[in-house]
């Protein structure tokens, strides 16, 4: 099961990234980065308006656009963006130290803020933060790469609450290959498989927005979705409870472990991916262990 890792020394970045391909958690018990206060202040003054079912505030790099912020006027949208770019470019360089053997071959993804209260927060299944799941991005294939993901409480009075379970490689020996989680066929390389991934990358190319994904993206997308609706699974799995107090931050592997947030308002996060040839164990990794079950590769070399 999960074990939640204080960091104690961020310059050992073998022992913390064998801790994250473990399914630990690495935790701060403090932001161990600067955070200006008046930043902090800015976020917890937001006030979305509308239905709680909107997404989180999203800062996208590759694009430098911000996406679902409500704001009252051009220079609060700016405000906001430009706090989420400085926190994304904060927590790399602060990554770059904590875990450098990944770091010349990662991708940066979005970077978050979490202004709604997860308790109650009314989404349908598959959207909820609350049921226990593991990550899958159904726009952002990861070809067997891993999701990293780095989160920051910075709520002053109340803890982010967590469960976790079993992680990937003990579900996929439960429930792969039963009724509503098959195992993928594998790659395609048959004359009319390969056509139709050409097919799909003209299309792509010419700006029609067609994920490209992998067998093993599309296993992971339906166990994600599995896991959320099987009420058997939610009720009746082995968890363990975390609380992430006030200007805490944490690391994990969330393609890996199974979580849910249960509680809490007011979080940062940022999302990094990691290729399979940057990890220490790569033979540990979801994806290899879904060829080895099935004797096929889940990804186009």
Not at 27 to 40: A, G, M, S
Not at 90 to 103: A, C, E, G, I, M
Not at 120 to 134: C, F
Not at 160 to 181: A, C, H, N, V
Request: aromatic share 12%.
């Amino acid at each position: 099961m999960t074990k939640k890792i204080l960091v104690e020394n961020i310059n050992d970045s073998l022992k913390n990234c064998k801790e994250l391909e473990q399914g630990n958690i690495l935790f701060f018990e403090k932001i161990p980065f600067e955070f200006p206060q008046d930043e902090i202040q800015f976020l917890l003054q937001q006030r979305q308006s509308g239905s709680k079912s909107r997404k989180n505030i999203a800062c996208k790099p590759q694009i430098d656009k911000l996406t679902n912020h409500i704001a009252a006027n051009e220079e609060e949208a700016k405000q906001m963006h430009a706090i989420l770019k400085a926190y994304s470019s904060r927590v790399t360089q602060f990554l770059q130290t904590l875990l450098s053997p990944y770091s010349s071959k990662w991708k940066l993804d979005y970077a978050s803020f979490r202004p709604y209260q997860e308790m109650g927060r009314k989404l349908r299944t598959r959207a909820r933060n609350d049921l226990l799941h593991v990550d899958s991005f159904p726009t952002r294939p990861m070809h067997g790469g891993r999701i990293l993901r780095f989160f920051t409480n910075i709520n002053p009075k109340e803890p982010r609450k967590w469960i976790t379970s079993e992680p990937f490689q003990d579900l996929i020996k439960k429930y792969g290959g039963k009724p509503g989680l098959p195992f993928p066929h594998g790659v395609d390389y048959s004359f009319q498989g390969r056509m139709l991934h050409k097919t799909k990358e003209w299309l792509k190319s010419i700006g029609f927005k067609i994920p490209m994904r992998s067998p093993y993206d599309r296993f992971m997308l339906n166990m994600h979705n599995y896991l959320k609706e099987n009420e058997a699974f939610q009720k009746g799995c082995p968890k363990s409870h975390w609380e992430f107090p006030p200007n805490s931050c944490w690391a994990v592997f969330t393609d890996q472990v199974s979580h849910a947030a249960i509680s809490g308002q007011y979080a940062l996060e940022q999302t990094i991916f990691i290729p399979r040839d940057a990890l220490l164990y790569p033979e540990e990794s979801p994806v290899s262990i879904l060829e080895r079950i099935t004797g096929k590769c889940m990804v186009s070399v």
